[in-house]
């Protein structure tokens, strides 16, 4: 299958990579490298993430990419990479009684 990144995907992902390149400008670009190659494995292997768990449906789903989820959608021709999310966004986003 074709993978299709979003603008949003794009940009979070670059957005990632400066952060991580204020302190290390290598592991920046070592990051990028691995984060496209990892999704890459999506091309053969479609259905390895696991269903995001507020959606509960089947064509949506994540991957964990480090601290991480990479968030995605299939669809009958390809798969588009939807956005890329720090967990600590996601705990911090949510409230614990």
């Not at 390149?21 to 990051?31: I, N």
């Not at 064509?59 to 959608?73: A, K, P, Q, S, V």
Request: aromatic share 12%; proline share 4%; glycine share 4%.
């Amino acid at each position: 299958m074709k993978i299709q990144w979003s603008p949003v995907a794009l940009d979070r992902a670059s957005e990632c990579a400066a952060y991580i390149a204020v302190d290390k400008p290598a592991a920046a670009e070592v990051w990028i490298h691995e984060l496209f190659d990892y999704v890459g494995l999506l091309a053969s292997t479609p259905y390895m993430g696991r269903v995001v768990p507020e959606l509960n449906n089947a064509r949506y789903r994540e991957m964990l990419f480090g601290n991480y989820r990479i968030i995605y959608r299939i669809k009958d021709e390809h798969i588009e990479i939807l956005t890329i999310r720090g967990v600590r966004q996601i705990l911090a986003s949510e409230k614990f009684d």
